[in-house]
Every structure is written in C-alpha cells, then in structure tokens.
C-alpha cells in the first residue's frame, strides 16, 4: 500500500470542512481531481472513508478510525520537514575549512572577525591540520574547502588561485642590518647567510632550493617541518628561514625582521581546494573575499 501525505491532507481537510469544495480549495485541487484523488485512496485501502448525501459529507466507521491517524501523521511531517529546511538553511550558513596551524591562528582568526561584522549569519569551522591532511579532508567530505600552498593536481579536487604569494626573508632583529640594503635582500646574498629551512621533500622548500642555486651545503642544516618552529630558530639566530609571506602576520610576536626577497623576486600560490562536483557552501565566496583582503593586508607589511 502506498499511501501519500496528499492523499492524507486531502481527506483531512474534507473531514474538518465536511465539504469536498471547500477541501478543494485549501488544498489547491480541482473538486474533481480531490473526488478521483479521495476513490483511488478508498480503493487502495479497500473501505470507503465518507458517507456521501446531497446535503453533508460524513465520516464513515473506517473514516473515522483513520482520521486521529492522518493528523497526527500530517502534523509529525511538517515538523520534521520544518527541522529539515532549519537545518539545511543552518549547514548553508557554516562553513567549515582546513588549514596548516600557521594559517589557523595567524591569518584566519582576522577573517572570522571581519565576518562576524559584515556577516554575521556565517559560521566558520577552522580545522588546523598538518598540511598533508588538508587534501585528503577535502576529497572525503569532512571540511568544505582546504586552504595551503602547492596542493597536488587531482581530478577529484576543483583548486582556486587565491593570490601570489611572496618568498620573504625572515632573521633575527637585526641580523640583516650590514646585508640587507632598501629593506630587502637578494638571493646571491642569501647563498652566504647560515639558514634554517624546511624538509627536502616540502614544495616551499624545494622552491627556496631551486632559486638558491649553487650554494656550499652545509654538513647538518637545521630542518623542522613546523613554520613556527623556523621563525623561533631564525629569532634564536640559528639561521634565516625563508618562508611565504602568509606569515608575516605571525612573525609580529617574535624579535625577527621580515623583508622581501629580490633579484628576482620569487612568488608561490596560494589555493583553495573543494570537492570537484559537490555543490559549493554559499559562506564559501564571502569567506574568500575576506580571506584575500588580510592575506594582502598581511602581505604588504614586509
């Protein structure tokens, strides 16, 4: 037996009106189409429902057995679907997004107060994760966006450019004062400077290798996968790190210089991951919007 909830709404409201007409009319249906529609349902479940005179429209035994039933069941799917469209009008207003640890508290807190002002319906959900997670968080469904720097090519990933990002110079206060000339410092000069520096395998490091050239390597260089680590080692005057300008923002707590890299001046991308074919979070562009407003505001401080 298929019984429909059009099929329920149309004998509850004959039953409360006690007129096929006037039923008719609140459930938007020809008096025809609700008569055809109520003698299939009779049929379907094989008693009639109504006792039919020209003058009134009664409820019959069975009618009346079904009626407490219909309502209830009415007034049960208008709330769950009422719970539904809540809740799916609350997922469209969150937003929820992965980024390394760098970019969670340094760039992204920024953002989530510049929406709190414009707007203030979105709710961001920030995941800080390792950066090789990021990807994988994405393809699963478990974040909306991912947010980094050189995301592997993947046909089950969309990948926005976002803004070039800078390679900057970070050093102890003062470190660079008889290098660096203008507030900036040029590779060749960077070849001679004792330096700090990520894993051989990370793409940001294999960028600062490949504009570095020839360079004499040292025995054991200093390597640590975490950005904060290197700007802490760079403030100890462990070496210079060079890093994307992404975290300039964070270098303000410690005792380091940041200046721009030149001769030439080497830039990286800055991208945002979401599920190739998933229909995007409407938070999604507004976020963004934000999100490279601070990166740039961030980025002109070096």
């Avoid at 089950?156 to 050093?171: D, F, G, W």
């Avoid at 990286?268 to 919007?289: D, E, H, N, R």
Wanted: with cysteine.
């Amino acid at each position: 037996m298929n019984v429909t909830l059009r099929q329920l709404r149309g004998f509850v409201a004959i039953a409360q009106s006690g007129s096929f007409t006037r039923a008719a009319e609140q459930v938007h249906i020809t008096q025809a189409g609700l008569s055809l529609m109520i003698r299939e349902f009779e049929v379907q479940i094989g008693c009639s429902l109504f006792e039919r005179t020209t003058r009134a429209v009664r409820l019959t035994q069975a009618g009346r057995m079904l009626l407490p039933f219909a309502e209830r069941t009415l007034r049960d799917a208008a709330e769950v679907l009422d719970r539904l469209n809540k809740l799916s009008d609350h997922a469209a207003r969150t937003l929820t997004v992965a980024a390394t640890p760098l970019v969670a508290a340094d760039v992204l807190p920024a953002v989530c107060q510049d929406l709190t002002t414009t707007r203030a319906d979105i709710r961001v959900i920030v995941k800080d994760v390792d950066r090789r997670q990021i990807q994988a968080m994405v393809e699963s469904g478990e974040v909306d966006a991912g947010l980094g720097i050189l995301f592997k090519s993947s046909s089950t990933l969309a990948k926005e450019l976002l803004m070039q990002l800078p390679l900057v110079c970070v050093s102890a206060a003062g470190a660079l004062a008889g290098v660096a000339k203008r507030n900036s410092v040029t590779w060749a000069q960077l070849r001679n400077l004792p330096m700090v520096r990520l894993p051989t395998d990370n793409a940001i490091q294999q960028l600062v290798d490949k504009n570095l050239g020839s360079r004499a390597p040292a025995a054991d260089p200093p390597t640590f996968s975490n950005l904060y680590t290197l700007i802490a080692m760079a403030e100890a005057g462990r070496g210079v790190a060079v890093l994307p300008s992404f975290v300039t923002q964070g270098c303000r707590r410690y005792r380091v210089d940041v200046c721009p890299i030149v001769s030439p001046s080497v830039s990286t991308g800055f991208f945002c991951i979401t599920k190739q074919g998933a229909q995007p979070s409407p938070a999604l562009a507004p976020f963004l919007v934000s999100l490279k407003a601070r990166m740039e505001a961030f980025s002109r401080r070096t």
